[in-house]
């Protein structure tokens, strides 16, 4: 289950009688019967000639319950005896139409309430006799067999000592560790393995760069570092387990550090994220979503379909998508470039003068295509305001982009401005661009960040140059040429959204 979550959910390995706070909460209420209904159970007592004391409702039962609230309470069965009574406890005795409740001399209000809730759940349709400690009736000690001595004091459970970090390294089924003292959370390197002992429990944290075959190896090492006792601490066998994952750390593991949860997302190994935080202040360079599900911009799938390629990926929330093609518009694009190099299915988007290439057309260049647009509009057969309206409203002129000082009339100022606009979009126009010499090509699926055979000794941070030319288009709607003409913010959003940054 959890390899085919990729890894991501925390994994507990919990024994009887070692649950930590974070198992009984799951359930809020939580009732322990002694015995089983297995087959497995009833073989093993049958080979060993044990008595089979499966709970039943007709038969004498004991239950101690314990708890903080009624989010966390546990009614654990006993054995029936005074012996098993403690005097920090609450209990519950029933047989057959009996029930009794007992409350020890060290219990709390919120005790002897909670053991009232639990009896609620248990037995709500029969009524209690309640007894303290001190002055229980006759027959409440006659079911438990008379009157014995037992323990005051609370059943002991390992603190939660000071916690120790380990580096791991485990070949051939030895285990070897090295302790790191005064550990922080950059200690923690993407290709290792570490370990966390905090006494009652321990934790055993993967690198998302770790190999696939030591990956599946992460319990085999917690009950390894279990076994060897490195600290002395006589830590138990049946100690609780947990495996998390780099990026996937539960908040009662990451109570342990001075926590930055961007830091799993930055690119790269151990080195290249150290070297990339020294670069730029101690603070991570990148950021990718919290959950690792497609995400989509604009309305549009961070993988585009073969039918809506287009030339560019627009962000800007106040763009107008345009279906189809204005005759105006295909006269137009027809005097200032190759409608086949550029897919016209939908417009060019809003260019706000981010791309460090765009140039201001001079007024010369504006004035031999003022010409010519004039002359194209004797051709139209609808009066001229008819026309600008087959114009797509999503050109529009940057505003700060210098109105040209040619006089001419108002048809051709509102046809120039237009094209000033088209004319600044031309630093992005696709070419037929062919891949990188001296780069091998891999399929996406091996590229991206969350491949399940992830290609390796390749440069993580220029993912989408492995790509062919066929698939990058297909992938980014647009050639590899007019991709690395956007801005550096604008392509690394297309990244993202593709899982290759």
């Not at 005795?93 to 009996?98: A, D, Q, V, Y």
């Not at 209690?128 to 014995?148: A, H, I, V, Y």
């Not at 190999?211 to 992460?218: C, L, Q, Y």
Request: glycine letters at 6%; hydrophobic letters at 35%; proline letters at 7%.
């Amino acid at each position: 289950m959890i390899e085919s979550l990729k890894f991501l959910p925390a994994q507990a390995r919990i024994y009887e009688g070692n649950e930590p706070i974070q198992f009984f909460s799951i359930f809020q209420s939580f009732i322990v019967f002694k015995g089983g209904l297995s087959d497995g159970y009833k073989n093993y007592i049958a080979e060993k000639e044990l008595p089979d004391e499966t709970y039943t409702e007709d038969r004498l039962a004991l239950f101690r319950v314990q708890g903080s609230g009624p989010e966390n309470m546990q009614a654990i069965q006993v054995e029936p005896v005074a012996s098993s009574l403690n005097s920090s406890y609450c209990y519950i005795l029933h047989s057959g139409s009996s029930v009794f409740t007992w409350s020890g001399n060290l219990t709390t209000t919120e005790d002897q309430e909670l053991v009232e809730r639990q009896l609620d759940l248990m037995k709500p349709n029969m009524q209690s006799k309640p007894q303290k400690e001190g002055t229980e009736s006759e027959q409440f000690w006659d079911l438990l067999g008379g009157k014995s001595e037992y323990p005051g004091q609370k059943i002991g459970r390992g603190a939660e000592g000071d916690p120790h970090l380990f580096s791991c390294t485990f070949s051939k089924g030895e285990l070897k560790v090295t302790e790191i003292y005064n550990f922080s959370q950059d200690d923690l390197m993407t290709e290792d393995i570490f370990v966390l002992d905090c006494h009652s429990d321990i934790f055993v944290w993967v690198g998302q760069q770790v190999d696939s075959k030591n990956r599946m190896h992460a319990l085999t090492i917690g009950e390894k570092f279990l076994e060897c006792d490195f600290l002395l601490e006589k830590l138990s066998r049946e100690s609780p387990i947990y495996i998390v994952t780099e990026g996937s750390e539960p908040p009662f593991f990451t109570r342990f550090f001075t926590w930055d949860s961007a830091k799993f997302a930055m690119h790269g190994n151990s080195f290249q994220r150290k070297l990339a935080i020294a670069k730029n202040g101690a603070t991570p360079t990148q950021d990718k979503p919290k959950r690792r599900t497609p995400v989509s911009y604009g309305g549009r799938s961070t993988v585009p379909e073969k039918s809506q390629r287009s030339r560019s990926m627009s962000f800007s929330p106040d763009r107008v998508r345009v279906r189809g093609r204005s005759p105006a518009f295909n006269a137009l694009a027809a005097n200032f470039e190759n409608p086949n190099a550029r897919n016209l299915s939908t417009p060019p988007p809003v260019v706000r003068k981010l791309y460090p290439k765009s140039v201001t057309p001079d007024s010369a260049t504006l004035a031999s295509r003022s010409k010519a647009i004039s002359a194209l509009t004797a051709t139209f057969e609808k009066p001229a305001p008819a026309r600008e309206s087959l114009i797509p409203r999503s050109v529009k002129v940057s505003p700060e982009v210098p109105k040209p000082k040619v006089e001419t009339n108002s048809k051709e100022k509102s046809m120039s401005s237009r094209i000033e606009a088209l004319t600044i979009q031309e630093d992005v126009k696709e070419g037929d661009a062919e891949d990188e010499e001296g780069l091998p090509i891999y399929p996406y699926e091996r590229l991206k960040i969350l491949s399940t055979d992830p290609v390796t000794e390749i440069d993580v941070t220029k993912r989408e140059t492995y790509l062919s030319s066929e698939e990058f288009r297909e992938k980014f709607g647009m050639t590899k040429d007019a991709f690395y003409k956007l801005p550096k913010w604008r392509q690394n959003k297309l990244k993202m959204a593709l899982q290759l940054f």
